[in-house]
């Protein structure tokens, strides 16, 4: 009987060790098994896997169902599964990566539990033109609204070329480095270029092109400052990346906000394009175009007041009585209107759906997709050289000027100050493959000398009659052939530079069929056929007779009926 009993309980003490044992065990497996856990899978969250979200927790489900098995035996209790399963927790969360990376649509890394998110992406446009011109483009060729400005003094030159030319171009490089800094609501975005435009006269070189930061903690009133596009209206908005023609119309150029270029430097506060039917936008900027502010922009006082200058060599002109043989006209750079900036307003209505701003129906709507806009933007005192017809003289505002040349404004060269108040209205329908979009443009030219335009150095000669303002509109239009795969799109856009002038309207007109090899604007071949008419007559200062005596024997608005322009453009675009 006494070694029943001892037996006994001897074999209670080992049935107690043996629980003791297989419950270690257990917690000592768990814990094991959370390390391999963590390498796979964040802590019960949705974890992105080939595009696709899943949630995994962060212990192995057989690993679980034994300890709940245990629970429910009495193995151990409930207290110790769920102390188990938060160390299980907090190691997988502590020994987890602080950064992973992935692909899809860009390189992406994100660090510190997304504290620090960095999306890389490439895009690249190559492009093979061939180019038609008439006769007129070889005499007189275009000196009015695409000025060339060459030299240190920016002497303006005749675009003139021969009938016809084949070029490879590789049109647009782009780097792209976006993502969000602390928290998803403060996001940043930088753009590099690398390209050359068609005409460039020097090969491209690397360069910044966007650089911002956005707040979005308020969805009513995001804020957005640094370098980037103005809002201020649809074709300004859009990328080149998602348009339906290799090239964007030249009336789209030459109505952006500020006059100069699609970017500036500022600040705009706007609400959140996704939630919101009705957007707003409301911006101040520089209003002298990217990388750029007004004290770079000066008037060049002359040496002797009333005395013609000239170049370092001498004096192009004839010497008025009294006044110097030989002298520069710069003696002074005077900053003026320094405290000047561009105000920019737009609105936007989402009537049916969200169109977005690319062109368009790739996304092949299913329900139709309709929205209007219009933007209002003011650049004051923007300096257009005021060097009384000979451009040689002054030495100001090289930069304005090149970039007024650029986008077609060249007309408003030597205007002297003006104010720049333009409007914009815009709209656009989308419906299964379908799209349609248009927009409509009018600038108005203050300028703050009201006189006639001097026509000399000594003003002895005026122009015929004041610069009026300028007023263009396009209407385009395309549909899928192809669902998501193959487009044919149509635009024509007109384009009246000076409407106090006769025979110097623009008009272009563009085809293009649009193969999408991926069903986005990633992958695509464009091909585009465009015609464009320039008249040639006007006024324009430095660039109509009678030209500065000394200044060449050919004027540069001599009249040889309207410029025509057929061109073909086969663009490849890889964007990744």
């Known amino acids: ?113 997304n504290a620090f998110f960095l999306k890389i992406r490439f895009r690249s446009q190559l492009r093979y033109t061939q180019r038609f011109r008439n006769d007129a483009w070889r005499n007189p060729g275009e000196a009015k609204n695409f000025p060339e400005l060459l030299g240190v003094f920016g002497d303006y030159r005749a675009n003139r070329s021969e009938n016809s030319s084949s070029s490879f171009n590789v ?141 370092t060599s001498g004096n192009p002109f004839p010497s008025p009585a009294g006044c110097p043989a030989n002298q520069r006209n710069l003696n002074a750079n005077t900053r003026i209107d320094v405290d000047r900036l561009m105000y920019v307003a737009r609105l936007n209505w989402n009537i049916l759906g969200r169109p977005g701003y690319g062109e368009g129906d790739l996304a092949y709507s299913e329900t139709p997709q309709l929205a209007v806009g219009g933007g209002y933007s003011y650049n004051p005192g923007v300096n257009t050289s005021s060097d009384n017809a000979f451009v040689g003289l002054d030495l100001a505002n090289l930069n304005i000027r090149r970039q007024l040349a650029a986008f077609g404004n060249g007309r408003q060269l030597g205007l002297g100050i003006v104010d ?34 001097c026509m000399n150095t000594t003003c002895t000669a005026t122009a015929p009659n004041n610069f009026g303002n300028a007023m263009g509109w396009y209407v385009q239009s395309g549909y899928y052939l192809i669902p998501r795969t193959v487009e044919l799109a149509a635009r024509y856009a007109y384009w009246d530079p000076d409407t106090n002038s006769a025979n110097d309207l623009i008009r272009q007109a563009d085809v293009s069929l649009n193969w999408f090899l991926n069903g986005t604007y990633d992958h695509q071949i464009m091909v585009t056929y465009s015609n464009t008419q320039f008249g040639t007559g006007g006024y324009t200062i430095g660039r109509s007779a009678p030209l500065p005596p000394g200044s060449g024997t050919v004027p540069l608005d001599a009249v040889g009926g309207t410029l025509i322009e057929n061109a073909i453009r086969v663009q490849y675009q890889i964007f990744f």
């Open 420 to 453: 720049y108040s333009t409007w914009a209205a815009d709209g656009v329908f989308k419906y299964r493959g379908f799209s349609l979009q248009g927009e409509f443009y009018f600038k108005n030219v203050i300028r703050h000398d009201k006189g006639l335009p």
């Open 171 to 311: 049109r647009r490089l782009r780097f792209y480095f976006m993502g969000h800094l602390f928290d998803p609501d403060f996001k940043y975005y930088i753009q590099m270029r690398a390209e050359t435009a068609e005409n460039a006269q020097s090969p491209g070189s690397l360069s910044l092109f966007d650089v911002n930061f956005t707040y979005t903690k308020l969805p009513w009133a995001n804020v957005q400052f640094g370098q980037y596009k103005v809002y201020f209206n649809r074709s300004q908005i859009n990328s080149t990346a998602s348009m339906q023609f290799a090239e964007r119309a030249l009336v789209q150029d030459a109505f952006t906000a500020s006059g100069l270029d699609r970017r500036d430097i500022g600040i705009t506060i706007m609400n959140d394009e996704e939630l919101f039917p009705v957007n707003y936008y409301l911006g101040v900027f520089n209003g002298a175009g990217p990388s750029f502010n007004r004290l770079g922009s000066f008037t060049s006082e002359e040496a002797t007041v009333g005395c013609p200058g000239g170049q």
């Open 1 to 113: 009987m006494k070694r029943l009993r001892e037996g006994l309980y001897i074999f209670r003490h080992q049935r107690c060790a043996h629980r003791l044992l297989v419950g270690v065990l257990i917690v000592l497996a768990a814990w094991l098994a959370s390390a391999g856990a963590s390498e796979a899978a964040d802590t019960g969250k949705l974890v992105e896997k080939d595009g696709k979200y899943v949630f995994v927790e962060s212990m192995d489900p057989s690993l679980k169902l034994l300890l709940e098995r245990s629970v429910k035996s009495g193995m151990i209790t409930q207290e110790e599964y769920d102390q188990v399963v938060k160390d299980s927790e907090e190691r997988t969360q502590l020994l987890s990566p602080s950064f992973r990376g992935w692909y899809d649509r860009g390189f992406n890394l994100s660090m510190n539990d």
